[in-house]
């Protein structure tokens, strides 16, 4: 496994955001949900394709908190440009479980790992 210094892992900017808006990405090629996250004050609401419909359907996530790399460049996703890469983890079977604070913790939107 190859490391990284702590500087390089500070560069990466992961936030806290809420799910605003989730719908359906029936282009994508794989299955897809496009969703809006608001990371609130400076970065605002942020766009992301995620590869999750194995264990979420969109009304479900609106309002969830997520993760997400805020600060990766743009990436064209068939129409829809994805702006933030939202984290999750490959559970026994591959399909990703989304990461996310502890439930019952509010953080607020925009909130750094740190």
């Not at 210094?5 to 936030?15: G, L, P, S, T, Y």
């Not at 604070?101 to 790992?113: T, V």
Request: charged share 20%; with cysteine.
């Amino acid at each position: 496994m190859a490391q990284i210094d702590f500087e390089q892992f500070m560069a990466v900017d992961i936030r806290c955001g809420s799910v605003v808006d989730a719908q359906p990405f029936p282009e994508a090629r794989k299955p897809a949900i496009k969703l809006w996250v608001d990371f609130g004050g400076d970065i605002g609401v942020k766009k992301s394709s995620a590869q999750i419909t194995d264990h979420y359907t969109p009304d479900a996530l609106i309002g969830r908190k997520v993760m997400a790399v805020v600060n990766f460049p743009p990436r064209q996703i068939g129409p829809f440009m994805s702006e933030i890469l939202v984290l999750g983890f490959p559970d026994a079977d591959g399909a990703i479980v989304l990461a996310g604070p502890d439930s019952g913790i509010e953080l607020p939107n925009g909130a750094r790992l740190a």
